[in-house]
């Protein structure tokens, strides 16, 4: 059992937005700036999407965006282009536990 | 452009041990902490442990405490995972990570698969 959690599948069509979810507590997701995203594609590493909750590396298009409410944080991806068609995994620094950060159990977007 | 290459991995029986190697590029090695994180076959990313820029802290997922030892060698640039008493559920692909922020992975290797099996 994954310590963050995120739903199994989401699904959309191009052009639409969709928002992946990922619900920790206040000793991971609620407590601390650092949440990241992850997207990783079959048979490949995964990839930083956003850090520190809603900044974007370089490279990474503005269609992905992130926020964070409380324990739950979010990733939405507008205009929903086929190669977004991946895995994504949510992240959370977690200093004060036996871990240093926890991952959700990931999501598998598919563009319909 | 940064590069991690990771080796070593391959098949062991329970009970065996493994080293695992990373070969860093285009960076400064020695500023990042670093990490391993592993993924089980069709599951999800785990955080195995992290080692400081000068390897004077270094901490461990609860799983693998007392069997697996994170090292580095800033002079070679490299990352090391020495994996001892391997256990079925060891079985992964291990990626070697950059840190640049707390809990924060910039950089990943492309993976090197470790199979447990007899």
């Known amino acids: 059992q994954s310590a963050l959690t995120q739903p199994a599948s989401v699904s959309g069509s191009p052009g639409q937005s969709i928002t992946i979810s990922c619900t920790g507590t206040?000793?991971?997701?609620?407590?601390?700036?650092?949440v990241s995203w992850y997207q990783q594609h079959p048979g490949e590493a995964p990839k930083l999407m956003i850090y520190?909750?809603?900044n974007r590396p370089s490279g990474v298009p503005d269609r992905f965006s992130g926020s964070k409410s409380g324990n739950t944080a979010s990733l939405t991806i507008s205009g929903l282009q086929a190669e977004d068609e991946a895995h994504y995994y949510c992240?959370?620094?977690?200093?004060?536990?036996?871990?240093?950060?926890?991952f959700g159990g990931g999501t598998k977007l598919t563009v319909l | 452009e940064v590069q991690l290459v990771e080796s070593g991995g391959g098949l062991v029986q329970p009970g065996g041990s493994l080293r695992l190697s990373c070969a860093a590029s285009?960076?400064?090695?020695?500023?990042?902490?670093m990490s391993w994180v592993r993924q089980a076959p069709g599951k999800g990313l785990e955080w195995v442990a992290n080692?400081?820029?000068?390897?004077?802290?270094?901490y461990y997922v609860d799983s693998v405490k007392g069997r697996f030892t994170i090292s580095r060698d800033n002079a070679k640039n490299s990352l090391y995972l020495q994996m001892n008493s391997l256990r079925g559920e060891d079985a992964a692909v291990y990626y070697c990570?950059?840190?640049?922020?707390?809990?924060?992975?910039?950089?990943w290797g492309q993976g090197t698969l470790v199979t447990v099996s007899s």
């Open positions: 520190e909750v809603s």
């Open positions: 285009g960076f400064t090695f020695n500023k990042y902490w």
């Open positions: 992240s959370s620094y977690t200093p004060n536990t036996a871990l240093d950060r926890v």
């Open positions: 990570a950059r840190d640049f922020t707390a809990g924060t992975t910039d950089y």
């Open positions: 080692i400081k820029q000068d390897g004077s802290e270094k």
């Open positions: 206040s000793s991971d997701v609620g407590g601390y700036k650092y």
